[in-house]
């Protein structure tokens, strides 16, 4: 119920959240490129496309400026040259205007040939220059959704302490999404220590309630034994019998209650669980050994597959052995035998049954019901059972179901994963 807790830092500066997402980044799910390309692919078509339309536009202009024939000057060049030599004038300046008309068209002729190779390589550099802007905007625009990424990621974990880096005030909408995403994650970390001063107030309330009914019946047999010894006067001879009695009653009465301090105080000092690697089978077969002995009826550990999880040895013992108790001493000498079985329902997981062939219970209990209060159907029990082995099913990251057994009785039902979660 009670569950650790982060401390939360400012929204301004990385917390040790930040430096706990890096260290966890190498186990972070990448999130698929697709928005990354298609970002790219329309960055790069809205940039492609005019540049090419404006390189062909380009080189069909300048090849239709260079194409402009210089016949036409030549032949009024020849005609200058036949009315000069008519006239027997020098003719040097017309020599030299032919040579620049010359130089001029061989100049046409280069440029016609160097033109398209000359666009086509200013297009390539443009693109290239347009294909690097894409790139590095795309991973500009992409980095805050990764930020995000890391961070709900943490949030995953449970680890609501986690702040992303983002200034304040947000020069974009991509750092204001990332200051509200360090506002939420500080508003769930209130939440948390709300509903987790809540679950302690209600936790206190049924450990009240259930204190009341347990202490009621004794504390009740208590006053009565003392009002009988009370009852004497100078009239009334001494009777032996009715003190011994009373005084027996009130032994009675006070060796409960010392069992029931016990049992609270063994829940309260259950260690913490040191997982290892551990053989199941083995354990329920010592388990159902132990339990055979005073059982009026069989315990059997039915035949079927192997199965190893990483767990705390004692505390299954300590689960198993609660559940087979109970079956046990639910049963009477006529019921039928206990019957503990494992299997492997799914991948990752193993489920232990533990039926039995007595009253049974009148409902399905799980989750919450299993620790709601304390009840016992036992004369000498505190209640403290089921609560145990749900303390202990939900430290291993598994669960527990008790529920009417097809034929009569009760089948318990643990269900528990190979390895257990990672502790929060």
Not at 81 to 87: F, G, P, Q, W
Request: charged share 20%.
């Amino acid at each position: 119920m009670n569950r650790p807790m982060h401390a939360a830092a400012p929204t301004e500066a990385p917390t040790h959240g930040d430096r706990v997402g890096l260290e966890h980044a190498a186990d972070l799910p990448l999130p698929p490129p697709r928005f990354r390309r298609r970002l790219l692919a329309v960055m790069l078509l809205a940039g492609w496309v005019p540049l090419v339309l404006l390189g062909v536009l380009a080189q069909a202009a300048l090849e239709r400026v260079l194409s402009v024939s210089i016949a036409p000057v030549e032949g009024v060049l020849e005609e200058v040259a036949s009315e000069l030599a008519r006239r027997e004038l020098p003719q040097d300046s017309l020599n030299e205007a032919r040579l620049n008309l010359a130089q001029a068209e061989l100049a046409r002729r280069a440029l016609v040939r160097r033109v398209p190779a000359f666009i086509t390589a200013l297009v390539l550099l443009s693109g290239a220059a347009l294909t690097v802007a894409a790139v590095l905007l795309g991973r500009a625009l992409t980095r805050p959704v990764r930020t995000l990424t890391e961070g709900m990621w943490a949030y995953a974990r449970g680890d609501l302490s986690v702040r992303l880096a983002a200034p304040e005030p947000p020069r974009d909408e991509l750092q204001f999404l990332l200051g509200q995403f360090n506002r939420m994650g500080q508003e769930l970390l209130s939440q948390r220590e709300r509903l987790k001063s809540a679950e302690q107030i209600a936790a206190w309330q049924d450990v009240a309630r259930a204190l009341a009914h347990e202490l009621k019946n004794p504390l009740t047999a208590m006053k009565l034994s003392l009002a009988r010894l009370n009852r004497t006067d100078a009239s009334t001879p001494h009777d032996t019998t009715r003190i011994t009695e009373a005084v027996a009653l009130l032994q009675e009465e006070v060796d409960l209650l010392m069992r029931m301090t016990q049992s609270f105080s063994t829940f309260a000092r259950l260690p913490a669980p040191r997982f290892q690697d551990v053989p199941l089978r083995p354990l329920l077969a010592e388990v159902c050994t132990l339990y055979a002995g005073t059982s009026p009826v069989p315990v059997e550990l039915r035949p079927g597959e192997e199965a190893t999880l990483r767990a705390d040895p004692d505390g299954l013992r300590r689960l198993f052995g609660n559940l087979v108790k109970n079956a046990t001493e639910a049963s009477s000498a006529s019921a039928a035998p206990v019957h503990v079985t494992l299997e492997s329902p799914q991948p990752g997981t193993v489920c232990v049954t533990v039926a039995d062939g007595g009253s049974g219970v009148p409902t399905v209990l799980e989750g919450p019901a299993l620790t709601r209060g304390l009840f016992s159907t036992k004369p000498g029990g505190s209640g403290l059972g089921l609560p145990i082995s749900q303390k202990i099913v939900h430290e291993h990251g598994g669960s527990l179901r008790l529920e009417p057994a097809p034929g009569g009785g009760t089948l318990a039902r643990v269900e528990l994963p190979l390895t257990p979660p990672p502790s929060p």
